[in-house]
């Protein structure tokens, strides 16, 4: 994963994914012949006040400030219970139980929190920033048979943080043996020279 072409990306396979993420919504208009989206409502249109989970990319459409047909509200991992639990000890959380895409989803919530937004912004910041810490600690220090216990309660993000520490250290592992940027002989040229030789000889 490229983490410098993280959130938005129209090829980025976490984006799309973040963007697939349920949001509660009510819709605000009776919207007419769609009533068998919700498999609970008898009547043909989904009538105004229902409620419905829907993808964050249609509700981000159809909640914006041209057609106001849903109301989001914001899932229950970034409400405010989760977001004490976050600001209280951030290193604890299985962020991956929360969501696969915690930070991208997040930033996909952000124009739908309404008054929450700068709460949300905040709190997605300073998660991370606590976290950060331990996870490249984690990438500098971790033994290869404990890799999968550090990174299970990691977001996706934070996985590709870990990897890109890993490698960062193993490169310079590998500088400071002077076993990197060795300049090697080609093969095309080893192979001319074999050539050069049995002519010769």
Not at 150 to 174: C, W
Request: with cysteine; hydrophobic share 35%.
């Amino acid at each position: 994963m490229e983490i410098s072409s993280y959130f938005p990306n129209y090829f980025s396979i976490e984006d799309i994914l973040a963007s697939q993420e349920r949001v509660p919504c009510k819709y605000e208009v009776t919207v007419y012949g769609l009533g068998s989206l919700d498999p609970s409502n008898a009547s043909p249109n989904l009538e105004a006040g229902s409620r419905m989970e829907l993808p964050c990319w249609l509700a981000r459409e159809l909640c914006s400030s041209r057609r106001h047909i849903v109301s989001a509200q914001l899932p229950t991992s970034y409400k405010e219970k989760y977001r004490e639990i976050l600001r209280a000890d951030a290193n604890v959380v299985d962020l991956h139980k929360l969501g696969p895409h915690f930070y991208e989803f997040g930033r996909h919530l952000l124009p739908l929190s309404g008054p929450e937004g700068a709460d949300l912004h905040g709190l997605l910041i300073d998660t991370l920033r606590h976290r950060f810490r331990k996870v490249m600690d984690a990438s500098q220090n971790a033994m290869v048979e404990d890799v999968g216990g550090l990174t299970s309660k990691l977001d996706e993000m934070e996985k590709g943080l870990f990897k890109a520490g890993q490698k960062s250290f193993y490169d310079h592992q590998q500088w400071l043996r002077r076993q990197t940027h060795i300049l090697r002989t080609s093969a095309m040229v080893e192979q001319h020279n074999k050539r050069k030789f049995t002519e010769i000889s």
